[in-house]
């Protein structure tokens, strides 16, 4: 029987330690059927100094019952909160995570008053808005969704330890985010609706690759925080979650260097050289933006949810929440509807020194 107890220990010493990065900390039941490892850790969890830990164990079969190799089957109902000191309530989010309802209503109501933003711009603007300045007010108003979905879903964990269906419309959307966060940041860098009407068949490849890409994308969100991060394929999830998002990430820049390319060429050929500089200019901003707010949101959030305590989870939850605003704001504020078009009130001096400057560039290859 020591041998049987071991991983039944190892499972219970393992749930008690308050670990960094936390998933969804709350009421969970999980069953362990046949399972060979000698560690079984269950779940994660912030505990502030009055933390509580109940944990259930019924069903504990071994299999098969006379081998030193035993599999281990049980079920395990867990709860972990912590209780307010003052007012004796139980709170079931981990300590680092406990602002992040407010953080996320917060930034639901900064979404909210840019979505009003844009839809007077939109009004004012009626004569230069093009078909993308609507798609636009669509992510907005999705993101800000998706904060409010994610917003409850986190308060309702932390009042009663399950999100009550919250947690179902926070994947959708999620998913309608994604899916229309990416579409657009495509669609900008083919410069569809700006440059062009249409789509050519390699652009549209390209979104072909992406959306469906995004579906097994959220599929892995939904397994990765149901299952908790000890469960048996959460790392498989892991990885495959995070190879589908660079290849995602990989894909929407291609649109933006093809477009880059295309206007060197036209740059070259159509002999108006200012206009294209402008464009030119703008495109690769925006080639340098997408790559920043990627390598922000991937890589550095990650960084800081490493090395932050897990007291100050919700620190990286912001820092990726602003990366994400600035973004938005960015995108709206150089792709913007605008009447006084300056492309039109070039004079022939400026036209010189574009065509300068665009020689200058050739010498440079991004
Ligand atoms: C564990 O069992 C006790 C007694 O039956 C019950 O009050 C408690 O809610 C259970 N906890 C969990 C997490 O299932």
Redesign the pocket.
């Known amino acids: 029987m020591a041998a049987a107890a071991a991983p039944l220990a190892a499972a219970l010493l393992a749930v008690l330690l308050a670990l960094a990065a936390p998933a969804a900390a709350e009421?969970r039941a999980t069953a362990i059927r046949a399972d060979p490892r000698t560690i079984i850790p269950l779940d994660e969890f912030g505990f502030s100094n009055q933390g509580v830990l109940?944990l259930?164990v019924t069903g504990i079969a071994f299999d098969p019952p006379a081998s030193p190799d035993l599999d281990l089957s049980m079920d395990v109902?867990?709860?972990m909160y912590n209780v307010d000191p003052v007012t004796g309530q139980r709170a079931y989010l981990s300590v680092g995570s406990s602002a992040l309802p407010s953080i996320y209503f917060l930034f639901c109501v900064v979404y909210a008053a840019l979505a009003a933003a844009w839809v007077s711009i939109l009004l004012r603007k009626r004569t230069a808005v093009f078909r993308i300045h609507y798609f636009m007010l669509a992510v907005l108003v999705l993101k800000g969704f998706n904060l409010l979905a994610e917003a409850e879903d986190k308060s309702y964990i932390e009042r009663t330890g399950t999100a009550h269906g919250w947690d179902v419309l926070f994947y959708i959307f999620s998913f309608l985010k994604g899916i229309s966060l990416f579409t657009l940041i495509v669609l900008i860098g083919t410069g569809w609706s700006f440059l062009k009407p249409y789509l050519a068949d390699r652009e549209k490849k390209v979104l072909m690759v992406v959306i469906p890409l995004q579906v097994v994308a959220n599929i892995a969100q939904v397994v990765i925080d149901e299952s908790g991060p000890y469960a048996r394929d959460w790392v498989t999830w892991r990885q495959i979650f995070l190879l589908v998002d660079v290849v995602c990430c990989c894909a929407i820049l291609f649109p933006i260097v093809w477009s880059i390319k295309n206007l060197r060429e036209a740059a070259r050929s159509d002999g108006k050289a200012a206009v294209n500089l402008m464009k030119l200019t703008l495109f690769r901003q925006y080639y340098v933006v997408v790559i920043c707010y990627i390598y922000f949101t991937r890589v550095v959030v990650y960084a800081l949810v490493t090395i932050t305590s897990y007291r100050y989870l919700w620190t990286s939850v912001v820092a990726g929440e602003i990366a994400t605003l600035a973004f938005y704001v960015f995108t709206g504020y150089r792709f913007r509807p605008e009447v006084h078009n300056p492309y039109f009130a070039i004079d022939d001096d400026e036209e010189e020194a574009a065509a300068e400057a665009l020689k200058l560039d050739d010498e440079f290859e991004l």
């Open positions: 009421i109940e259930n109902s867990s709860a």
